[in-house]
Structures are given as structure tokens and as C-alpha cells.
């Protein structure tokens, strides 16, 4: 690893696994100072189904042994080996050519505040040294928890990684991820400001979850099955009753809140299975809307990139296009980063920010008592 001159781009991988639980997402990101993060490759390597399934049942399970902790640890590190070393080899790139590899980790359980008084973690499963072993680079990992000691959330990490590719433009801007969960972004035209950004609740994790116990597989393609259901007003009310939705920020969420059975207890059984996901859909439009409503924006026209996998749900789309008259949306690969990639990318950014000892969190959005510098370091 040398250091290249500081006009030159140096060369990041990040890797992301989100709450969705669909793959390991790996993105070959260029950083030249002074200049936003430009994506150069990117290689998805899908979940076998056995992974993805070992993988839920440790989200949600009551007693963990360390046996499956450790095979689940082992099958998701190489996954995410395989996933490096193809995408450097497509790139034709030696592993010596990477100054670091930023991996996020499996997310299990979020508990920014604790569970019934306990103290607060987040717990991403992850093997850095492993990865380091399997690819050849050095890795930078674990780097939610200096924010949680910080007495942050430790969530979302994106919007520092938002601000630093999209700046800040004469149009207000709102950066709205919609992958397992959702999370905004809200950057200011003026500088003098903050930038702000919180999780709005659950995105593609209810609609995976309602959608795959009536079909076979994983997820509603292009929201075509919700669109086909009424909105349930009432169901809605009962959903949007959660504390959370009410919550100020800073906030973050998890599977350990919204999964299937929180949505089971809120149905009376006389719902039918379609009008039940169209108004999940609602559910995420609606958490979105009235969150944007808190922000202290000072114009009305603002501009909002859509990123994640739920901005490929056209149905869902549509309903926040509905909620949100004054947006005029706007996808991230006009902008050069197309909007599957803004999170892996953002992995790479903050390994980045590690080895040149920057800070990776924004205190105004994760509540921590400062600037951090995130993650730990395992050299090769
Ligand atoms: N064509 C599509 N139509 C509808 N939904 C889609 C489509 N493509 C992707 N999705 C949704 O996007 C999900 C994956 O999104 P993404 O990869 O952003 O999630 P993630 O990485 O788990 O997110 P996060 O970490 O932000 O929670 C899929 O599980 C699916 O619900
Ligand atoms: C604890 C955790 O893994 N949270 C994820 C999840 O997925 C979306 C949302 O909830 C966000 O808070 C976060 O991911 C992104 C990458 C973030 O930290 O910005």
C-alpha cells in the first residue's frame, strides 16, 4: 500500500450487506482530495438462500449459540471475500492497488438505547481480520460503535458520506435511502447550517417480508402486487401509532422493532394480503413525509435523490411523489452514482476517513458528543 502523490485518486472498496439481507453489495470507489468520491466498478454478489435464512433467524432469535454465530460469521466473510476479489479481477486490479477495503459488517441487532434499561449496542456481524486474510488488503471495519460511545446513535453513518459527494447546491437538498429501512438526508443550501438526518422506519423490510410469506420469492417487483391493493386507512393508523413515528430525532431503527409479527399483531385478519402491502408502501411514504415536515426547511422547492432498492418500487415511488408535491426527485446516477451504490460507496468513503484519522460520523445527525473518527484498522 503507498501512498499515491495527493493529486492522484487513491483506490477504496466498500462493502455493504443491508437489513434486506439480498447481498453483498462492492463498490471500487476513486478518492482524489478536494474532489467528491467517484464510483469506478461495482460487483453484487446475490445471498445463497441458506445464508440469508441463517442470517434472519439470528436477527430474531431469542438464544443465539456461538456454533451458528461463528458458521454465520465464516459463510458471510467469504461471501464478501468473493464478492472483493471478483470485482478486482474484473477490474484487473491487484489487491496491492486498494488502500483499504470498508466493511460494514452484518447488521443483527440495533439497541442504540438499550434493551429494558441495559446498555446500548449495535452489533454488526463481521470478521475483518478473516477478510483481510481472504483478500489480500487492508480492511477497515466496525465502525458504528466509537459513535454509540459517543453516546450517538451509531445510525445512519450515509449522510456524512451524502454531504461529501453531493455538497451542498442552491436547492435544498434531501437524500432518501430506501433499503431494509429508510433514512434521510437533509442538506441545507446554506453552508452555515448543519446537515441533518435520521431514520424515517421501515422501507423494504415489511414489504419483503408481507410479500414473501404469500409468494414465492423475495421481494414485490416494481411494487406490482401493492398496486393492485387499496390503502386501509385504518390499518395505516394502527401501524403509524408506533412510539417511533413520533420520536424527534436523532433516531435509528432495526429488525429488533419492525419485522413480521410487529405487523401481524396490528392486522385484524380481515385484511386482504394486497391492500395489506399497498399500505405498507403508505406506511413508508407517509414515515418519509412527515418526517421531511420536521425539518426546518426554508424553501419549498427542493430537490430529492432517491436511493436504495426501493426506489426501483414504482408503486411506492408514486405514493411519495403524492406525499411530497414540492420535491422534484431526481435519481443519483444523473448525478454519476447510480442509486444502488450510494450506501456500499459510502463504506468506502468512511475507510477512507479512517486512515487519514478524519471523522466519519456527523454529530447533528447521529446526537453523538462530537466528530469521530469511526472504525479500526487491520493492516495487511
Ligand atoms: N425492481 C424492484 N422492485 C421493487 N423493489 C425492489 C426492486 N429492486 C430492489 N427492490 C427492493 O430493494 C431491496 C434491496 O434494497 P437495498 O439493497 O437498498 O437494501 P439494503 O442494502 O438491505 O438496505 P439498508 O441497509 O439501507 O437497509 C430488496 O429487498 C427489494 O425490497
Ligand atoms: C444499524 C444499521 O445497520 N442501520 C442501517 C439500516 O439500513 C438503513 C438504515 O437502517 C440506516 O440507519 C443504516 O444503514 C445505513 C448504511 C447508514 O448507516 O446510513
Known amino acids: 500500500m503507498k501512498t499515491p502523490p495527493p493529486t492522484l485518486p487513491s483506490y477504496y472498496v466498500g462493502l ?32 445463497p438462500q441458506s445464508l440469508h435464512n441463517l442470517l434472519l433467524s439470528l436477527c430474531h432469535a431469542k438464544q443465539v449459540s456461538f456454533a ?26 491487484s489487491p496491492a492497488q486498494i488502500h483499504a477495503i470498508g466493511s460494514h459488517g452484518q447488521t443483527i441487532e440495533h439497541a442504540p438505547s438499550g434493551h429494558h434499561g441495559g446498555p446500548a449496542y449495535t452489533l454488526q456481524l463481521d470478521n475483518p481480520s478473516l477478510l483481510a486474510e481472504l483478500t489480500g488488503c487492508t480492511v477497515v471495519a466496525d465502525f458504528r460503535r466509537r459513535d454509540l460511545a459517543a453516546g450517538g446513535q451509531a445510525a445512519p453513518l450515509a449522510p456524512a458520506f451524502h454531504q461529501a459527494l453531493f455538497g451542498r447546491q442552491q436547492s435544498e437538498q434531501l437524500v432518501l435511502n430506501l433499503g431494509g429501512f429508510a433514512n434521510l438526508t437533509w442538506l441545507p443550501s446554506d453552508t452555515s447550517i448543519p446537515a441533518l438526518g435520521f431514520d424515517t422506519g421501515p422501507a423494504n423490510v415489511l414489504l419483503d417480508a408481507w410479500f414473501s410469506k404469500h409468494h414465492n420469492g423475495r421481494f414485490d417487483q416494481n411494487g406490482v402486487w401493492a398496486t393492485g391493493g387499496q390503502i386501509d386507512q385504518a390499518l395505516l393508523a394502527r401501524l403509524l401509532n408506533e412510539p417511533f413515528f413520533h420520536q424527534p430525532p436523532p433516531r435509528s431503527t432495526g429488525r429488533e422493532l419492525f419485522h413480521l409479527a410487529w405487523l401481524e399483531n396490528k392486522l385484524t385478519g380481515n385484511e386482504s394480503a394486497e391492500d395489506v402491502q399497498a399500505t405498507l408502501a403508505e406506511l413508508t411514504a407517509i414515515s418519509v413525509a412527515q418526517g421531511i415536515q420536521h425539518l426546518p426547511i426554508a424553501s419549498n422547492r427542493m430537490t430529492l435523490i432517491a436511493c436504495g432498492g426501493g426506489a426501483h418500487n414504482a408503486y411506492l415511488m408514486a405514493r411519495l411523489a403524492t406525499h411530497l408535491p414540492n420535491a422534484a426527485f431526481k435519481s443519483p446516477a444523473d448525478l454519476g452514482w447510480p442509486e444502488d451504490w450510494i450506501e456500499a460507496g459510502a463504506f468506502a468513503w468512511l475507510a477512507h476517513q479512517r486512515l487519514h484519522n478524519l471523522p466519519g460520523n456527523l454529530p447533528s445527525v447521529t446526537g453523538a458528543s462530537g466528530p469521530r473518527v469511526l472504525g479500526g484498522i487491520y493492516a495487511h
Open 16 to 47: 455493504m450487506s443491508g437489513t434486506s439481507l439480498d447481498g453483498i453489495d462492492a463498490a471500487l470507489v476513486a478518492i482524489t482530495p478536494h474532489s467528491p468520491p467517484k464510483l469506478i466498478a461495482t460487483y453484487a454478489l446475490p445471498m
Open 68 to 93: 451458528a454465530l461463528a458458521e454465520a460469521e465464516s459463510a458471510f466473510c467469504q461471501l464478501q471475500a468473493n464478492a472483493v476479489n471478483a470485482l478486482l479481477a474484473q477490474q484487473q486490479i
